[in-house]
């Protein structure tokens, strides 16, 4: 994973992980005992320390399918400001085109993240130098489709959503693995990562689920008493 000093990740996310991880049983003691000191809602994390995290859970199972497990787990409603523009945008167009506009400022460096037209509709790609094991960004793909299922007020399957993987299946899982975690078509071996939203399924408005509603504006309250 190529070291760069800009790249950061923020620490909600980091400690989601985290607990991510301790609840599928792995060993995440010296990264609990890190977070466990007082710190700032928007606080952010070298992206070393992620690196680091990673390397430690990989080293502790040989399990192919152990981001998608992470993903299943993770704690929606999490990040504050971010999660509250997205769930207040128009459409699932616009929430794609919020998500775009938040990595270049957020994290910059490259401009990974792309809003881009595809063969069906609206997509999302991430053509950036690979920063992350697979595992991370199957962790990334599989919170991407739960919150999306989440603002649209339904499962994602059967909804002509499809995603792209830039690395090759991993030894020992199947595709099948893949689509009943992510619930759509997947395919391997890309020449980036990206997800394909419908024209139809662009143009909705975003249903707001409650429960997420609910955890975020909860945290961007915290977020803006940061400001005062």
Partial sequence: MPASSSYTVSAAFFENLVWAAAEEGLDVAHWQRQLGGPQRADERLPLSEFGALWQALLAQTDDPLLGLR?????????????????LNARTVRDALALSADYWRVGIDEGKQLRLGGGERGPGLGVG????????????????SVRWLSLVLGRPVVGQGISLGLAHALPAGATADDYRRYLGCEVAFGQACYWIEVPEAIAEQPLAGHPVIVEAVAGQAQLQLQLLD
């Fill in 128 to 143: 950036a130098p690979v920063m992350h094991p697979a595992a991370a960004f199957d962790m990334d793909m599989l919170y």
């Fill in 70 to 86: 992470l993903g299943a787990r993770f704690r929606l409603g999490r990040y504050g400001l971010v999660e509250f523009f997205l």
